[in-house]
C-alpha cells in the first residue's frame, strides 16, 4: 500500500535547526513531486517548499531547504533558524501522478493528491 510517512518533528528551541523526513514506501518517492505543507493551530494549510520529480535538485527558500535521498526514498524539509511562527504540523505531499511537476512545481494544495499524517513541530523556549 503506497503510503508517506512524515518524522523528524519535536520541541526545539527558537534559532535551532530541524530536520524533518518524508518517507515513501509502496511506490518510488523519485517519480513524484514532493511539497512540504504547514498547518497551525487555527489556521489554514500552507505550503513550505516543493520538488520536482526526476533528479529534484535540491532548493532553498529562506530557511527552507528541501532536497531527497533517493536511495531512501525520502524527501528532506531542514529548517534553520527556528521561530516560533513555525510552529504547527507538517505535512508532505504528492500530486497524483508520477511525473506530474517535473519542470517545476508549485505548491496549489488541490494539485497534492497525497498526504502523510504529519508531524508536529513545537517551537518554544
Known amino acids: 500500500q503506497a503510503q508517506l510517512v512524515e518524522s523528524g518533528g519535536g520541541l526545539v528551541q527558537p534559532g535551532e535547526s530541524l530536520r524533518l523526513s518524508c518517507v515513501a514506501s509502496?511506490?518510488?518517492?523519485?517519480?513524484?513531486?514532493t511539497g512540504w505543507f504547514r498547518q497551525a493551530p487555527g489556521r489554514e494549510r500552507e505550503g513550505v517548499a516543493c520538488?520536482?520529480?526526476?533528479e529534484g535538485v535540491s532548493s532553498r527558500t529562506g530557511r527552507f531547504t528541501i532536497s531527497r535521498d533517493h536511495a531512501k526514498n525520502t524527501v528532506y524539509l531542514e529548517i534553520d533558524s527556528l521561530k516560533p511562527e513555525d510552529t504547527g504540523t507538517y505535512y508532505c505531499?504528492?500530486?497524483?501522478?508520477?511525473?506530474?511537476?517535473?519542470?517545476?512545481?508549485?505548491?496549489?494544495?488541490?494539485?497534492?493528491?497525497?498526504w502523510g499524517q504529519g508531524t508536529q513541530v513545537t517551537v518554544a523556549s
Open positions: 509502496g511506490f518510488t518517492l523519485d517519480a513524484y513531486a
Open positions: 505531499a504528492t500530486p497524483p501522478g508520477a511525473g506530474d511537476m517535473f519542470r517545476l512545481c508549485d505548491l496549489d494544495l488541490d494539485q497534492y493528491s497525497y
Open positions: 520538488i520536482t520529480s526526476g
